[in-house]
Each structure stands twice: as C-alpha cells, then as structure tokens.
C-alpha cells in the first residue's frame, strides 16, 4: 500500500464516518430513553444515520463505517490486507473519537440517567450465550450480505436509492434484534461505549457473532451465489 494523499483522504474518511455513526446514531439513543416507542424510534434513526453516513462518504471511502464491512470486503478481494487493517483501525479510533465528542455534547442528567449507559448494548437475560453469538451473527450476516450485493458487478445497474435501501435494511435487523441482543452488527458501536464503562468483556458474545458474520459470508457469497464462469475458448485456425 502506498501511503499518499488519496491514502490519507480514505484514512480520513473512514475516521470520520465511523465518528459521526457514533455521534449521531447514539445521541438520538439517548434522547430516546424512555417510552413504548423506545425501541421503534431507535431502530427507525440507527438506519438513518447509516443512510446520512453512506450518502455523505460513501463516494470517497466506501463509507464501511465498520470492521465487519471492511473484513468481509477484504475476504472478498476487494481491498488488500494493509488496507483492511488502516479501515479497521481509523474506525476504531473514529468511534472512540465520536463516543468522546456525545459525552461532551450531551447533558449531565442524560448521562447519568442511562440505563445501562450510553449507547451500552445489553442483550436479553434469559437468553443463552449461545442464542446471543447466533442472532448477532445472524443480523450482521444480513447486513454483510447487503454489502455483498452492493460490491457485486452484476448489481451496477442497480445502485439508484442505494443509500435509502442500505438504510431500510440496518432499520429490519434492528426491528428484528433490538430487544434481543442491542443489534449492533458493528464491532466499533458495540466495543467502546463498553470500554468506557470498564467492562468489555460483557460484549464478548455480541463481538464473537459480528465476526463470525463477517469471515463467514463472504465464502458463502463466492461460492452460492457468485457463478463460475468458463474461460472463453477461442479455436486456432492453422
């Protein structure tokens, strides 16, 4: 990889898209505590918020805004391995930076009277470990596969509204896993508001099904849903 000024805009970028995913998908969160419409509300502006980040950066970096995008766009050739690693870690940073700026911007009693902290996802009590690691695993296997078809050179002629429908889709799984496991599907969203409250080890579960999402889909992409083509045989006329 060579590190020029194109190389630092997508730098730049990834950091960027990842802190404003955090500022902005948490902070409406947050204002969102109470209610029976909690859950709705948060799900409907966690997939706006990925629509604003996409349709903002997606033409310059690609917009991943999260390591398990950028992983299984790396399993499937698209980006080298020195990039994958430069996402990953801007992104990190990015969202630590983002987690950062909203407990600056936010008021103290908001802080204080979250539960169980800001942007801090709990899955369900009565679910088994194991029932967390493969609804996690599951919704962001969904969300992979969204990216999988984006990627894909048989969808060029559909990228109109891409934006809009990427952002319906993070909007379903979050319907579908909010209550369940927090719906996360994003490493970066899911590690550092625990980091903060000092305890990490409470997203493991979440964290181990985003992953397995992330090194498992693209394989499957390549080789259900992508077709092997035939070299084109061209007769030698002596």
Not at 68 to 84: K, Q, R
Request: one cysteine or more; proline letters at 5%.
């Amino acid at each position: 990889m060579i590190w020029d000024l194109f190389t630092f805009i997508r730098a730049a970028t990834e950091f960027s898209a990842t802190a404003l995913l955090i500022l902005l998908g948490c902070m409406g969160e947050s204002m969102n505590q109470g209610g029976e419409n909690k859950f709705l509300l948060a799900s409907v502006h966690y997939g706006l918020t990925v629509m604003v980040v996409m349709h903002v950066f997606g033409f310059v970096s690609g917009a991943h805004a999260n390591p398990c995008i950028s992983i299984s766009c790396y399993f499937l050739g698209y980006i080298a391995l020195e990039v994958m690693l430069m996402y990953v870690a801007c992104q990190m940073a990015g969202a630590f930076a983002g987690y950062f700026l909203l407990l600056q911007l936010l008021p103290k009693e908001v802080v204080a009277k979250a539960k169980p902290g800001i942007c801090l996802v709990q899955p369900m009590h009565s679910l088994s470990t194991a029932q967390v690691v493969t609804i996690e695993c599951l919704l962001t296997a969904v969300l992979v596969l969204g990216w999988c078809a984006l990627w894909d050179v048989r969808n060029g002629r559909f990228l109109d509204s891409v934006t809009i429908r990427m952002g319906l889709l993070v909007v379903a799984c979050s319907f579908a896993g909010l209550q369940l496991t927090g719906a996360s599907m994003n490493p970066a969203r899911t590690l550092v508001p625990a980091i903060y409250y000092g305890n990490p080890d409470s997203v493991l579960m979440q964290l181990t099904g985003q992953i397995l999402a992330a090194i498992m889909v693209p394989f499957v992409w390549n080789n259900a849903y992508t077709p092997r083509y035939k070299p084109l045989e061209i007769p030698v006329c002596n």
